[in-house]
């Protein structure tokens, strides 16, 4: 995908054959602070941290992400998506995702668990 910047956060995606920019905007945060019922972004990024994400948890980050790029897109549609790569392509993406946001801590570390 073109016109993807690493400088504003945002990351590639591919799903459904498609390329995806996605981008955690505050409003994708707020989201996902409500989502997780997390207090505020360091509880957030905390929860991330500990490597391990739900199937469902993919799910709200890369809606998020869609979204916070300006897709117009439900957790539902999402869930119905093909991410090149499978599960660890989808758990790539938001590792990246992550990543790109709050930095090298964040996100899951250990490839064994997508």
């Known amino acids: 995908m073109t016109g993807v910047n690493a400088r504003r956060g945002e990351v590639a995606a591919e799903l459904d054959g498609r390329s995806y920019r996605l981008c955690l905007t505050l409003g994708a945060l707020a989201e996902l602070e409500s989502a997780f019922g997390a207090a505020d972004l360091n509880a957030l990024a905390e929860r991330f941290s500990s490597g391990r994400l739900s199937a469902g948890d993919i799910v709200k980050l890369l809606g998020a992400g869609l979204r916070g790029a300006g897709n117009a897109v439900s957790d539902a549609e999402v869930a119905a998506m093909r991410c090149t790569g499978g599960a660890a392509g989808a758990a790539d ?11 090298a801590e964040a996100g899951p570390g250990d490839p064994a668990n997508p």
Do not use: E, H, M, S
């Open 93 to 103: 993406a938001v590792a990246r995702l992550l990543t790109a946001t709050f930095g």
